[in-house]
């Protein structure tokens, strides 16, 4: 997936490490990337993009490791179901288009119960934060920093300016907490646990 950090001047597109994909694939199958590259190392089912300069006007030769790549525009991505592809993995813009992705993800679990694994910068300081992210069913803050990839250059980065958070958004809480407790701190929504007590 491409990120979209920011640092003023600099290159802003970056993609999720391998390291930073291990506990997605000791979840499950990533059956939809849908905000992904033809540089992506993110092996999926279906991978979609929504930044046509990665393409040009042409969906681009298929690649090895990702038999289903589509290109579709930013509002192709967000007027598209995400039901019905199994596990979506979203690593999404980290610019303007961010909150757009964060409604979408909320969107897709609470209408059409779409499972959702989304690598994001923790800002637990920001309202976007507590108006999406809350409504996660489980989050992990990782600990220490990610060193994405360059999506130019095809190497990592420095460790990134913020922490990162997986947020978990689908019906298998316990598989996440078994999948993502080794690598950060694992928390449940206050909802899932006074449900359980």
């Known amino acids: 997936m491409s990120n979209l950090i920011e640092e003023p001047g600099e290159n802003k597109d970056w993609c999720t490490p391998k390291v930073a994909l291990d506990p997605v694939y000791e979840f499950g199958e990533i059956g939809l990337d849908p905000c992904s590259n033809m540089k992506s190392i993110v092996y999926a089912k279906n991978h979609w993009t929504i930044d046509s300069k990665f393409f040009g006007s042409k969906t681009p030769d298929v690649r090895e490791n990702m038999p289903n790549f589509e290109a579709k525009t930013a509002s192709d991505t967000f007027a598209a179901s995400w039901a019905g592809y199994g596990l979506v ?20 679990y609470t209408q059409n119960l779409t499972e959702i694994i989304a690598l994001v910068p923790t800002r ?34 420095a460790g990134a300016k913020f922490p990162s958070t997986y947020l ?30």
Not at 174 to 194: C, H, N, Q, T
Request: net charge positive.
């Open 124 to 157: 637990s300081d920001t309202k976007r934060w507590h108006k999406y992210a809350a409504k996660a069913v489980a989050q992990c803050n990782r600990k220490g920093r990610i060193k994405f990839i360059d999506y130019q250059t095809g190497s990592e980065k």
């Open 89 to 108: 993995y979203v690593n999404p813009p980290y610019g303007d288009e961010s909150e757009a992705f964060f409604s979408k993800m909320v969107y897709e």
């Open 168 to 197: 978990y958004y689908g019906l298998r809480p316990m598989r996440f907490y078994d999948a993502f407790s080794k690598i950060g701190d694992v928390r449940f929504s206050a909802e899932l646990v006074l449900k359980n007590i």
